[in-house]
């Protein structure tokens, strides 16, 4: 076993030793998601938890948060039987309180008619439901990545509003999956404190960005015998959460999707408008290379992945 793997499996055996001492968001991962057989989400659960994923997205869900609060209201004001009955006038109103409420009613009403209304995602939707809980009610199987992932990238594309981690986060909560998680900031901050990854959180709103860093934590996982689900919440609970930089793709240890990595700013002036030269290197092959800031994100290696030539460094 290699040091990450050791370092998972430390992290996640602590918190199953905690398990009899009652610590509720671990055991309740272990029930929800781990232990015996749940039933097929019912349209009204799918529909609570999307909204969940919504609102979350947005705003702090803290207990005793605004959020937290009024996911306790009963009856749910925004169930799918209310839902129903309301204009949008009315469910903005109800959103009010909570940022971006505008965007978040608009987003509700495209999703809902895709599913219930005049579109057929539901049906879509429950199929690939149905495959997921084929595999929950089963033995965990690192076979299972491939639907789970499938279903994943199916809610992120079809759902307006629902990215990488809340398509994750929303199947996780409805107790459906064990492979792919939720990246939040708790998580990528364990990671970087304790495995000394370099992860630009802004990143991880691209898909391809975020899969990657997912398989390398799923291969670690695998490695340590944890399910990546079980890791996610004792992480979450050990974590520290990652600031946002204004610039991160320029942050020094930065590495895009391809494999090229922030070294420095040179401070001399690039070829872009208002743009200095950085100097990258491939993690694949080791070459070094200059190019503008403006172009960090997308930068190919020129010597080995038929890159643009670099720029000149000083």
């Not at 939707?125 to 149905?130: N, R, T, V």
């Not at 999707?257 to 070829?271: L, W």
Request: aromatic share 8%; glycine share 8%.
């Amino acid at each position: 076993m290699n040091l990450e793997a050791d370092t998972i499996a430390a992290l996640t055996e602590r918190y199953e030793q905690t398990v009899a001492a009652g610590e509720d968001k671990f055991l309740n991962r272990i029930k929800c998601n781990v232990e015996g057989e749940i039933e097929l989400p019912t349209p009204e659960q799918f529909w609570l938890e999307l909204v969940t994923a919504l609102l979350s997205s947005q705003q702090r869900s803290t207990e005793n948060a605004p959020l937290d609060r009024f996911y306790t209201m009963k009856p749910f004001p925004l169930s799918l039987q209310a839902y129903v009955e309301l204009n949008d006038v009315q469910v903005n109103d109800i959103l009010r309180p909570f940022r971006f409420h505008e965007r978040i009613t608009s987003q509700l009403r495209k999703n809902h008619d895709w599913l219930f209304g005049k579109g057929v995602g539901w049906q879509e939707i429950e199929s690939g439901l149905k495959n997921l809980l084929a595999q929950r009610n089963s033995a965990p199987s690192i076979d299972h990545k491939e639907i789970e992932r499938n279903i994943a990238q199916l809610l992120a594309d079809r759902l307006k509003g629902v990215g990488p981690k809340q398509s994750r986060n929303l199947l996780q909560a409805l107790g459906l999956t064990r492979f792919e998680i939720p990246l939040d900031s708790r998580v990528v901050g364990w990671l970087r404190e304790n495995l000394g990854w370099l992860i630009c959180v802004e990143g991880l709103s691209d898909k391809d960005n975020y899969e990657e860093l997912l398989n390398r934590v799923q291969s670690s996982c695998e490695s340590a015998g944890v399910l990546p689900t079980v890791f996610d919440a004792a992480a979450f609970l050990k974590g520290s959460t990652v600031k946002k930089s204004k610039n991160p793709t320029t942050s020094i240890g930065y590495v895009n999707r391809n494999g090229q990595v922030v070294i420095r700013n040179t401070g001399s002036p690039g070829t872009d408008h208002g743009q200095t030269v950085y100097q990258l290197g491939c993690s694949h092959c080791g070459h070094v290379y200059g190019a503008n800031g403006s172009d960090i994100h997308l930068r190919k290696c020129p010597n080995c992945q038929d890159g643009m030539p670099g720029l000149p460094i000083e």
